[in-house]
């Protein structure tokens, strides 16, 4: 993950560590769910390698969805910003909802992840504050 990719968690944390406004489309009510990238190359490695997986189709992912508010919410608590949440209109593309159906994961692969929401923001946050 850049910093500048235009991504919402990117977003949200380098608009909370630079002071700016945490631009939010919308109402925030669609969701979205994040997974920690050491837990998507975990599954990953998983699914390549593990037997009987071949022609499989297996989502991973991290299925605790929350709404775009309130990962902003989230985010200006964990960096400790005093930045405002600004609302925009919504793109027509912007998708309402994000959640992962991992179940075949969970059988199949024995996967889930492990990395909380909340472990992985502060971890990017820390990253993003050291680049």
């Known amino acids: 993950m850049q910093q500048d990719d235009g991504r919402v968690v990117s977003n949200f944390i380098m608009q909370a560590i630079n002071g700016q406004p945490i631009t939010v489309y919308g109402k925030g009510t669609q969701t979205r769910s994040l997974c920690y990238v050491d ?55 912007d998708p309402k909802a994000r959640k992962p159906d991992i179940s075949q994961a969970q059988t199949i692969l024995g996967w889930e992840p492990k990395v909380s929401t909340e472990e992985g923001l502060n971890k990017t946050i820390e990253h993003f504050k050291n680049i």
Not at 56 to 72: C, F, H, Q, T, Y
């Open 39 to 93: 837990d998507m190359i975990s599954g990953i490695k998983l699914a390549m390698f593990k037997p009987d997986t071949k022609g499989k189709v297996i989502n991973l992912g991290n299925p605790d969805e929350r709404s775009i508010l309130d990962i902003a919410k989230l985010i200006l608590g964990l960096t400790g910003s005093k930045s405002e949440i600004i609302f925009e209109d919504l793109p027509g593309d």
